[in-house]
């Protein structure tokens, strides 16, 4: 099955818009035919052939600017069309081009970014597109992979408010793609939530980008992320990703969640299967929820084929750590990706807000963090996590009144 973009609808359009060309040719002829004869009938000084060759100039020119108007509209449409192929399981649903072309700056290339929505974290992906939107005068657009029975609920919503001049494409995720890849196991949650997984197949989500932004739906950016977007990644790598080691900037010093996370905290190296990659247990792991893709290497390196493998032979062989450091998609990546990936800027990934590390960081700290995630056990919108408030700055209220946030100690963070 290939990926399809309502062919049905773009073909009417096109025929509505050539019987709208044929109707203004008729009613150019018309309207300069009456002009022009009542001229005539004043003057009663021109032959009935000049008389009729001036009616045909006259339509003609006409007709020729309205169609040339009406062209370029058309024009401007087909361009904003997304016709990709692909395979089963990544079906766009909409597109929608209506960001005022004065509102981004035209001088950048697209920027895609990749953003999950599920229905019960709905007003996260809200939130974070928001925050991207209102920091930026880059040409964004946002690909939101979701599952069919959110489309209805996500549309209204971004079509609400301050959302409504975004540009963004709708892709429906089928849970048949991870059918053999994915092992339920009650311990872990996340192994049954199925678009934690579209990470995976960012290639074939944005075919026609060479490279791409993906994050996950519990970030807030206060930053432009066309600086996330141009970070440089070394040749032969496909991503890049922020270290899960404690990192240094030239600022500030980022101590994390106070702990060093490394490969054996996701990977069970008691496998004969394991230990044969030769991979060094103390190797520092990295975050998977913001990263940057660069799309011509990744299809080149197959890499969504490889992290299949490694899902499959998990399923068959269980390979990844009883005691998951965190999220069940990480395990793949750093097998994929072991010392062949790229580093980003860390404070374009200052995470932990979700856990009790979190308090830990100053205000002043928070508010010059270019990109804040809540990975962890505690969502903004749920009653305890850090920083909250500044979360909330960016949430949209639901519409439809179906997403609310939770709410009972409201922390303050004395960010002005």
């Not at 639901?398 to 709410?407: A, E, N, Q």
Request: aromatic share 10%; with cysteine.
């Amino acid at each position: 099955m290939n990926f399809f973009f309502l062919p049905e609808l773009k073909c009417l359009g096109i025929l509505m818009a050539i019987l709208m060309y044929l109707l203004t040719l008729g009613a150019c002829f018309c309207f300069v035919g009456l002009i022009t004869n009542a001229y005539i009938r004043q003057k009663r000084k021109m032959s009935f052939r000049k008389v009729n060759i001036i009616i045909l100039v006259l339509a003609i020119a006409l007709f020729l600017l309205v169609l040339h108007h009406n062209f370029l509209g058309l024009s401007s449409l087909l361009r904003n069309e997304v016709s990709d192929s692909g395979i089963v399981g990544l079906q766009p649903i909409d597109f929608i081009p209506n960001a005022p072309r004065h509102a981004v700056d035209g001088s950048h290339e697209e920027i895609p970014v990749v953003i999950a929505a599920s229905e019960d974290r709905l007003g996260g992906a809200i939130a974070a597109i928001n925050s991207i939107q209102h920091h930026t005068r880059s040409n964004v657009i946002f690909y939101i992979v979701t599952l069919n029975d959110t489309v209805d609920h996500l549309r209204s919503w971004l079509n609400s408010g301050s959302l409504k001049n975004i540009r963004y494409k709708i892709v429906n995720f089928d849970t048949k793609l991870l059918e053999g890849k994915v092992k339920e196991d009650p311990d872990q949650g996340d192994s049954v939530k199925p678009l934690i997984f579209a990470r995976f197949y960012l290639p074939i989500l944005v075919p026609s980008a060479k490279k791409a932004i993906y994050m996950d739906d519990d970030v807030i950016v206060q930053g432009d992320i066309l600086a996330l977007y141009n970070t440089p990644l070394k040749p032969g790598h496909a991503a890049a990703f922020s270290e899960d080691c404690d990192s240094t900037s030239t600022k500030v010093v980022i101590r994390g969640a106070g702990n060093q996370y490394n490969y054996i905290g996701y990977l069970d190296y008691k496998k004969e299967r394991i230990r044969k990659l030769s991979m060094k247990a103390s190797t520092c792991s990295f975050n998977p929820g913001v990263f940057v893709a660069n799309l011509t290497e990744w299809k080149r390196q197959n890499i969504t084929n490889q992290l299949e493998k490694w899902m499959k032979l998990n399923v068959e062989e269980g390979l990844y750590s009883r005691t998951l450091a965190g999220s069940i998609t990480t395990p793949p990546l750093l097998i994929v990706f072991y010392q062949q990936h790229s580093t980003i800027d860390p404070m374009w990934n200052v995470r932990h807000l979700g856990s009790s590390a979190g308090k830990r960081y100053s205000p002043q700290f928070v508010k010059a963090a270019k990109l804040l995630h809540w990975n962890g056990h505690f969502k903004p919108w749920g009653r305890t996590a850090s920083y909250i408030d500044v979360w909330e700055k960016w949430y949209i209220p639901d519409p439809t009144g179906k997403f609310s946030l939770i709410r009972r100690h409201v922390e303050i963070s004395n960010i002005n």
